[in-house]
């Protein structure tokens, strides 16, 4: 076999290969068991038809056929390996020329990952959040504990912001009260914004037994989306009332013994948050910078898949889960068929040159990822999905994307590499001493790269 390359642009190329027919024995060979397991010829026992009989029952036409789809895998293998191609998807394969007995020729033009030129990080400077926790950030942080232990009480006098009202609800289209439109003895907080638009200005005021009518857009059910006239009864009215804040309220709400212990571990709480989110915000403006300094191609058709990829997990899983459609999901978002398409296709944009990108990373760094580091991301991941871990071990290698798992963990740890290399300031000009928080920094790095190569889906599924 002899072949050739021919580069046609930085992500694609041409591969011109020529096979001597004998190459082609083995192929042949298969070509006439598999015929002759498939047919019947009076005279001759199944599997026993000599091939020059095959040749003129059925056509020396179709024995080739069946010869050259088994033989073009496995040339079109050793060409790439042969040209050392990191090919991408499936070829496009044209045969130019089969002389039976002396010749076959064909063509494959396939996408390949271009070769990048890996930027110099190290002057990369980004600008991040201060890590400041204020006296008013612990305060709403308690109050918000102290909401969670309210407790209500049955009051006589009309209901008002904040109460629990227990009400009786009745929608209306067109004068019909709808099938799934009446709802007895709703709890209702007033002011959560959990129900009907314009339900709290009906129901303040009311005291038990009194009821109003408003207009309202149904946000659910049979009629959703259109205006009803929603008659609401309030039943009853109790008001909610908040613990006092002592020692008495740390001791029912945590395990603590004191208020002032609550306190301090809430401020604990909230700098570990931070930090978090500040490693995240850092590696975050770390990679658009580096994203800017490097010049990476990106494959046509790959682009156009992995769009697609996007359009369909979009329409088929998370909103099917919400009810929505595409549609619905745009208008809610106040975003135009245009805009949505433009926001789609840049973001697959920076999924595949992140991953080209910290992928090329990997292999000049030489990255390996070791058993202990996959098995945390591997844990990291099923929490995320809401399985158990050995489900999604399972899950995992029945799909064949361990591969991809070590990819993430890999890029993590590329990504983690140009942030240590970065120069990060806060808002208020302090150095952010990131290597004090390495598992931090890498977690981030991997729950982006995670994102990015699920942004990337489609290079995934047909990388050869």
């Known amino acids: 076999m002899k072949s050739a390359v021919e580069t046609l642009n930085p992500t694609r190329v041409r591969l011109s290969i020529e096979v001597p027919f004998e190459e082609l024995k083995d192929s042949l060979d298969a070509a006439y068991k598999k015929i002759n397991q498939q047919v019947t010829v009076k005279g001759f026992r199944k599997g026993k038809i000599p091939a020059r009989v095959i040749d003129q029952r059925f056509g020396r036409g179709a024995v080739l056929e069946e010869a050259v789809n088994d033989a073009l895998p496995k040339f079109y293998t050793e060409a790439v390996n042969e040209g050392e191609l990191n090919v991408l998807g499936q070829p496009d394969v044209d045969i130019t020329e089969l002389k039976d007995g002396e010749l076959l020729s064909f063509t494959a033009e396939v996408d390949v990952r271009p070769e990048i030129e890996i930027p110099d990080y190290s002057g990369i400077e980004v600008t991040v959040d201060a890590l400041e926790v204020s006296d008013e950030d612990i305060e709403k942080a308690v109050e918000q504990l102290r909401e969670r232990f309210a407790s209500t009480n049955p009051v006589e006098r009309a209901a008002a912001e904040g109460d629990v009202v227990t009400i009786d609800l009745q929608a209306k289209v067109d004068g019909e009260v709808l099938e799934d439109g009446v709802a007895d003895g709703v709890s209702y907080t007033i002011g959560s914004g959990e129900l ?5 200005e009906a129901v303040k005021g009311l005291e038990a037994g009194g009821e109003a009518t408003f207009t309202s857009e149904l946000k659910g059910g049979s009629a959703e989306g259109k205006e009803a006239e929603v008659t609401v009864k309030v039943t009853a009215v109790a008001a ?11 001791q029912m709400a ?3 013994d004191t208020l002032e212990e609550l306190r301090a571990d809430s401020r604990k709480r909230l700098e570990n948050t931070k930090q978090y989110d500040q490693a995240t915000q850092a590696q975050e403006r770390v990679l658009e910078e580096l994203l800017k300094l490097a010049e990476v191609p990106i494959p046509e058709k790959l682009l156009a898949d992995e769009i697609n990829t996007r359009k369909h997990n979009l329409e088929h899983h998370q909103l099917g889960q919400m009810g929505l459609d595409l549609a619905k999901f745009l208008e809610i978002q106040g ?3 245009e805009e949505f398409e433009a926001e789609t296709s840049e973001q697959a944009v920076k999924g595949i040159k992140t991953q080209f990108l910290l992928d090329e990373i990997v292999n000049k760094e030489k990255l390996n990822v070791n058993q202990e580091e996959l ?6 991941r099923a929490a995320s999905s809401g399985m158990s871990p050995d489900q999604f071990a399972q899950a995992v290698v029945e799909g064949g994307q361990v591969p991809m798992l070590v990819g993430e963990v ?12 970065a120069k990060v300031t806060d808002t208020n000009g302090e ?3 990131l290597e004090d928080e390495e598992e931090t920094e890498e977690e981030t790095a991997e729950a982006a790269t995670e994102s990015d190569s699920d942004e990337a889906s489609a290079e995934e599924k047909t990388e050869a």
Not at 196 to 200: K, N, P, R, S, Y
Not at 375 to 380: A, C, G, K
């Open 254 to 256: 945590s395990e603590f």
């Open 431 to 433: 150095i952010v001493d």
């Open 196 to 200: 009907l638009e314009g339900i709290d």
């Open 240 to 250: 909610r009332e908040l613990p006092e804040l002592d020692d008495e309220f740390a």
């Open 375 to 380: 098995t945390e991301h591997l844990m990291r």
């Open 335 to 337: 975003k135009t068929v």
């Open 410 to 421: 890999a890029r993590g740890k590329a990504l983690a590499l140009v942030v240590e290399a």
